[in-house]
């Protein structure tokens, strides 16, 4: 009998690893991958390019509403579509990366891109990472995983990230990190909170490989259940 394909979420703040660990995941499973803070930042690059506030939540919304977003795998992992247009660098600048928080605030937004977010979850076999995957877009997932780090580890991956990139150093990475935090945690509309049955791995003192390895572990437990449980319905 085929190992059940699973939906797997991962949740956590930025600087965890989330982006490694799911896409290492997903390819060593055959699943599909997708970064729904991918879709957030494609929103808040057209805001930023159509001159549309953002604090103006009904216009954000109609611009997500009406926005065509789509993955497109490649050798190199996905590449995201935004109108047609390929936008993968182009969302990952530290301005759209400010506005993405921002963005992802307003309901209007949300409720329109979790709508998206569902419909790729296609028959199973997905990784889905994100802030809010294992308590409002996946509730059932297969598999939920939260990702946390201390503020400072943080802020030394996320300077690594931003290798090459225009920054003010450290103590702005820090900062920008800890408002992030506080608005993400804070907001009305799909705080970034552990799913309560989430499985919480604290990535301060790990690799990426070593998370990865936990989080594989943890699928094969979940697939071997699920096949025990599918014998046992058919006997």
């Given amino acids: ?24 995941v997903a390819a060593r499973l055959g699943y599909s991958y997708v970064e729904s803070g991918a879709m957030y930042r494609a929103i808040a690059l057209l805001a930023l390019e159509s001159g549309v ?15 065509d977003i789509r993955f497109a795998p490649s050798p190199n992992g996905n590449r995201l579509f935004l109108n047609g247009r390929d936008v993968t660098e182009a969302i990952r600048s530290p301005e ?16 329109r891109l979790v709508e998206r977010q569902r419909a790729l979850r296609a028959e199973g076999g997905v990784v889905m990472e994100g802030r809010d995957i294992g308590t409002v877009v996946f509730p059932n997932a297969n598999l939920k995983i939260f990702l946390d780090a201390t503020p400072e580890v943080r802020g030394q991956r996320r300077l690594k990230d931003l290798e090459g990139a225009q920054h003010s150093g450290a103590a702005s990475v820090l900062n920008e990190i800890t408002a992030r935090d506080r608005r993400d945690r804070t907001r009305a509309v799909s705080p970034l909170v ?12 790990l690799t990426a490989e070593q998370v990865v390895e936990q989080l594989l572990k943890l699928v094969e437990s979940k697939q ?12």
């Fill in 194 to 205: 552990p799913a309560a049955d989430a499985v919480r791995i604290d990535t301060t003192r």
């Fill in 224 to 235: 071997l259940a699920a096949t025990s449980q599918k014998r046992s319905a058919s006997c």
């Fill in 53 to 67: 506030a953002l604090d103006d939540a009904a216009a954000l919304g109609k611009l997500a509403s009406g926005a």
């Fill in 1 to 24: 009998m085929a190992p059940s394909r699973l939906v797997i979420a991962i949740d956590g703040p930025s600087g965890v690893g989330k982006t490694t660990v799911a896409r290492a």
């Fill in 96 to 111: 759209v990366s400010r506005a993405s928080s921002f963005v992802s605030t307003h309901a209007e937004v949300r409720a």
